[in-house]
């Protein structure tokens, strides 16, 4: 696997957040989960919404046994070791008038990559999921309209790789990315694919 490398200048921990599967267990501390939570609730949102909601569960909950259980089996495997799970979940219409607000998987989204930025800070391994149970997940907590679910996440204190199954344990590394020329058009959208 290349190393990371920046074609541009950008913040050390944009390129430094990854998002480990290895986690030893142990727990994560309240303190380390509300920051966690605090950052995310710095995020930008249309209109200030703020949409994102977060049910998360310790290990050892029933709830978190709940969670675990909507996981697809390949998720499974890794989150075993999940100090904390959680379902993101986006209020569909503005608070302020009850309007549809298109963008709020979007501002969800935001949200979640301060969280995942703000882990990283901690040294804690997060990871997102959408390998899951979506309806079983409205269904076992109750989840209503106009709220809708986005993701899974999982956070833990960073374990030993070697200890993780395959075919995890292989890809249990930080990713690539294409590069800006990909994904930024100047004057016309020409996309390669
Ligand atoms: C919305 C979302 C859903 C994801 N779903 C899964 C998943 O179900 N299982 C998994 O192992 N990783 C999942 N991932 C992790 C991505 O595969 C990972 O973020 C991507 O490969 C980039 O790697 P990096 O986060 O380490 O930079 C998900 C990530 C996001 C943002």
Redesign the pocket.
Known sequence: MAERAAEYPVMPAIIG???Q?AMSGAAVSEAELMSLFEAARWAPSSYNGQPWRYIYAHKGSAAWNAMFDLL?P??KL?CTNAAVLMILVARTQFEHNEKHDRSHALNA?AS?QNLALQGHALGLAV??????DYVRAVESFNIREPYAVQ?MIAVGQPGDRALLPEPLRSKDS??LRKPVAAIAFENAFTPDN
Not at 127 to 132: V, W
């Open positions: 957040r990854w998002s599967r697809d390949i998720n890794w989204g979640w990871r997102g999921m959408q390998d899951f993701m930080p990713t």
